[in-house]
């Protein structure tokens, strides 16, 4: 059976604040866990005023804290902007106050541009290409490998499960290599989704984790009751996908009637690429869209994604997915 889980980066919204955004994130999370969501994931972003999951793991202690079942995680931490080791303590931390419940995907992108790496790492002269070697650590402080000299605390004999995630070929060839399941970032960035499958699929390799490959893509969900209203919803994203690829990112704003009519044919192209592992419509149009994208990718599991400016509609939207998902798995039972 497909497993259906939620990334949600805690959108701020245009008129709205930070602890708005956060209330409106452990609400979410209860309502997905409450729908069956296998897991509620956020993603490390920086220097962006519409995003409010930098501080990652305060974040999912936030969402644990509200929820009782559904599993939290990072979708992902981008670990080079970390020490290993404070990675582990914060997992390790998280895995102590929610035992079973905690994921920690890791990527190798900055989460923003050079100015803010810089920032953040300080020196960039350890940055992505460290990036399997850092893996390998974080999993050696999880395992308390007698090599490292020390034990992390909190961090050893955690039981956090670690991910590798993906939008090019590269976190294919890494998470078969280590024996890892693999998410791929299709809900943005889509070109490679095939190919990244297929790499990991041919060259897994059995782990202490994990023994066949297991893999997830994203894919955006914009579902309401009419194609209209589906549609309509949906431009508040498309304003910040547009925002943020001209360089000008910035708050989540409300929807605005025929929003994409009015952009250029090159913009409109863009925006055709970035939605192209997405779904807007009713719960009609999304299950013979998701149902086309699982034959596709014989994924084991889809992430939902999809910033929605109306915290009533975005809740309503997720109704709809999980009605979908178990619609498609009736009939392929």
Do not use: C
């Amino acid at each position: 059976m497909t497993k259906l889980s939620l990334l949600d980066l805690v959108p701020v919204t245009q008129g709205g604040s930070v602890r708005e955004a956060l209330i409106r994130a452990a609400d979410l999370a209860q309502h997905a866990e409450a729908l069956g969501y296998e897991r509620y994931w956020t993603a490390e972003h920086h220097g962006m005023a519409g995003i409010a999951s930098a501080a990652t793991s305060v974040v999912l202690a936030h969402v644990g804290a509200a929820t009782k079942s559904i599993r939290i995680g990072a979708g992902g931490i981008m670990l080079p902007n970390h020490a290993p080791l404070a990675i582990a303590e914060q997992f390790g931390t998280l895995d102590a106050l929610f035992p079973g419940r905690v994921d920690l995907g890791l990527g190798r992108a900055p989460g923003s541009d050079q100015r803010v790496a810089q920032a953040m790492r300080r020196n960039l002269m350890s940055g992505a290409e460290s990036f399997p070697q850092d893996v390998m650590e974080l999993q050696a402080y999880f395992a308390g490998d007698a090599r490292l000299g020390f034990e992390a605390t909190p961090g050893t004999g955690a039981n956090v499960p670690i991910w590798i995630l993906g939008s090019s070929l590269y976190g294919a060839q890494l998470a078969a290599h280590l024996g890892l399941p693999y998410a791929f970032a299709s809900h943005f960035a889509p070109d490679m989704l095939d190919d990244a499958l297929h790499i990991y699929r041919r060259d897994f390799k059995p782990s202490a984790q994990l023994q066949q490959p297991y893999a997830m893509a994203g894919f955006n969900i914009f579902a309401a009751e009419s194609k209209e209203e589906a549609e309509l919803i949906a431009t508040s994203m498309m304003q910040s996908v547009v925002a943020l690829r001209t360089g000008n990112p910035g708050l989540l704003k409300p929807p605005v009637p025929g929003y994409r009519d009015t952009l250029p044919p090159m913009a409109q192209s863009m925006l055709a690429n970035f939605f192209a592992a997405s779904s807007i419509g009713t719960q009609e149009d999304v299950e013979r869209d998701l149902a086309a994208f699982i034959r596709r990718t014989r994924v084991d599991e889809v992430i939902v994604g999809g910033h929605i400016y109306d915290q009533s509609a975005r809740k309503r939207s997720l109704e709809i997915g999980m009605a979908v998902l178990q619609a498609i798995e009736a009939v392929t039972a």
